[in-house]
């Protein structure tokens, strides 16, 4: 794309609704990826070739097989491929792992909306006990272009995380962030500590309507 821009007269459109669905489901430096995208240009299911590839042969399974489930996971709602990536971060699950070389770990993954009152967490789970002497955990989140827009909550690691009413126990919050649009969470800590961030579709969408979001999660040092 910095190519084109330098050397082609006619710019890419990054704000086109199918490039930002593409960019929202890529995976940096895979060569070939195949992407599962509903008419309203939301991403169903993602599947970076080298890694399945890899998967099929540690599996010992055909590869017809498995994209065949692929397809078929994505078609029914399951969004396939969205738990497996957490690009730049140590991670296991919803786990990313921060430390002072890093740099600004990304998870992008995906959050339903509950029934009013309620609360269904997409949790991710945030060790940034590397940072001994404290600092400020700063997550950027930008939600995709589905209809529901999202809430999202930051606990201490060791919090219990309500299944109802309002979170009273959070440490800082960030609600109703409209679809496509951004929100950040701010948090002042004296010393390394695990967090736990929850995401959650804002209680005035659709029960059990989905949207993905992108988080970006940094430590500025005290």
């Given at each position: 794309?910095?190519?084109?821009?330098?050397?082609?007269?006619?710019?890419?459109?990054?704000?086109?609704?199918?490039?930002?669905?593409?960019?929202?489901?890529?995976?940096?430096?895979?060569?070939?990826?195949?992407?599962?995208?509903?008419?309203?240009f939301?991403?169903m299911?993602?599947?970076?070739?080298?890694?399945?590839?890899?998967?099929?042969?540690?599996?010992?399974?055909?590869?017809?097989?498995?994209?065949?489930?692929?397809l078929?996971?994505?078609?029914?709602?399951?969004?396939?491929?969205?738990?497996?990536e957490?690009?730049?971060?140590?991670?296991?699950?919803?786990?990313?792992?921060?430390?002072?070389?890093?740099?600004e770990?990304?998870i992008?993954?995906?959050?339903?909306?509950?029934?009013y009152?309620?609360?269904?967490?997409?949790?991710?789970?945030?060790?940034?006990?590397?940072?001994?002497?404290?600092?400020?955990l700063?997550?950027?989140?930008?939600m995709?272009?589905?209809?529901p827009?999202g809430?999202?909550?930051?606990?201490?690691?060791?919090?219990?995380l309500?299944?109802?009413?309002?979170?009273?126990?959070?440490?800082?919050?960030?609600?109703?962030?409209?679809?496509?649009?951004?929100?950040?969470?701010?948090?002042?800590?004296?010393?390394?500590?695990?967090?736990?961030?929850?995401?959650?579709?804002?209680?005035?969408?659709?029960?059990?309507?989905?949207?993905?979001?992108?988080?970006?999660?940094?430590?500025?040092?005290?």
């Open positions: 794309m910095a190519r084109r821009r330098k050397e082609l007269s006619k710019t890419f459109d990054r704000t086109h609704p199918l490039a930002k669905a593409i960019m929202e489901g890529w995976k940096e430096h895979s060569p070939v990826d195949c992407l599962v995208i509903a008419p309203e939301d991403v299911g993602k599947l970076p070739l080298n890694d399945f590839f890899d998967d099929c042969f540690q599996r010992g399974i055909s590869e017809e097989d498995a994209y065949l489930t692929f078929t996971e994505a078609l029914d709602g399951k969004f396939p491929g969205f738990n497996d957490h690009s730049g971060a140590s991670s296991s699950g919803l786990k990313v792992v921060l430390n002072p070389e890093q740099a770990p990304e992008l993954d995906i959050l339903r909306t509950p029934r009152g309620y609360q269904d967490d997409t949790v991710v789970e945030i060790d940034a006990t590397a940072f001994e002497a404290g600092g400020i700063i997550i950027n989140i930008r995709g272009t589905a209809k827009g809430s999202f909550d930051l606990f201490d690691g060791d919090t219990e309500p299944t109802k009413g309002y979170p009273d126990d959070a440490l800082t919050s960030a609600w109703d962030i409209p679809s496509g649009q951004i929100g950040r969470i701010r948090h002042r800590f004296e010393r390394g500590k695990v967090f736990k961030l929850g995401a959650t579709g804002t209680w005035f969408n659709k029960k059990g309507s989905i949207n993905a979001f992108q988080a970006k999660i940094s430590v500025e040092e005290n």
